[in-house]
């Protein structure tokens, strides 16, 4: 099978991750094929925001704020880069849900890349993502929508758990009521 059928059969969450992390120019290159998914009309109703550094100290002061508390969260310390992942809602007859499916489809293939290019990668969600202090600290427009954070860094030697039991497709796969069964 291709390289990209054992990419998505490896795939796994790295919730601990090392320090290091791609350069800038890696992040370009991996984005440039990941920005090739599926898109009606070609919207594009996606972009990316790359947290280094005192980046991830500020996202850390605006989650906090989000939840009602002082100081800094430490979660964005967690990895050295912080992708975040915004839907860009564009005018057109392309609905919005599909524009956010496309943000979406951008930041899974840009996790399937990086992890096929040997970091670590964990997506991270939470209610404070429409949270209008972190939508601030983005520097979101009226039109967008934080979807969350690809956690990158690299893979430790060592890593606990092990792989992902094996998926069970049958359990997911159907055909239309009143088709012929297989």
């Known amino acids: 099978m291709s390289s990209a059928f054992e ?9 601990k991750v090392t320090d290091a992390a791609p350069s800038h120019g890696e992040l370009l290159e991996l984005v440039s094929a990941a920005g090739r998914v599926a898109d009606h009309s070609s919207l ?3 972009r990316l925001i790359e947290l280094r550094g005192d980046d991830r100290k500020a ?12 100081g ?14 915004v839907a860009s809602y564009r005018k057109s007859k392309v609905p919005r849900w599909e524009q956010e499916a496309v943000a979406s489809g951008v930041a899974h293939m840009l996790s399937l890349l990086l992890d096929e290019a040997g970091w670590g990668v964990f997506w991270r969600t939470g209610g404070y993502t429409r949270d209008k202090a972190v939508a601030k600290a983005h520097g979101l ?8 954070w690809l956690y990158v860094g690299g893979k430790p030697h060592r ?24």
């Open 7 to 15: 990419a998505a059969r490896a795939r796994r969450s790295w919730s």
């Open 44 to 46: 594009k109703p996606w």
């Open 59 to 70: 996202l850390g002061r605006a989650i906090n704020k989000a939840e009602g508390h002082k």
């Open 72 to 85: 800094a969260s430490t979660k964005p310390q967690r990895a050295p880069l912080l992708i975040a992942v």
């Open 141 to 148: 427009e009226k039109n967008e929508e934080l979807l969350g």
């Open 159 to 182: 890593s606990r758990g092990g792989h992902r039991k094996p998926l069970d497709a049958s359990r997911f796969v159907s055909r239309m009521p009143g088709g012929k069964k297989h």
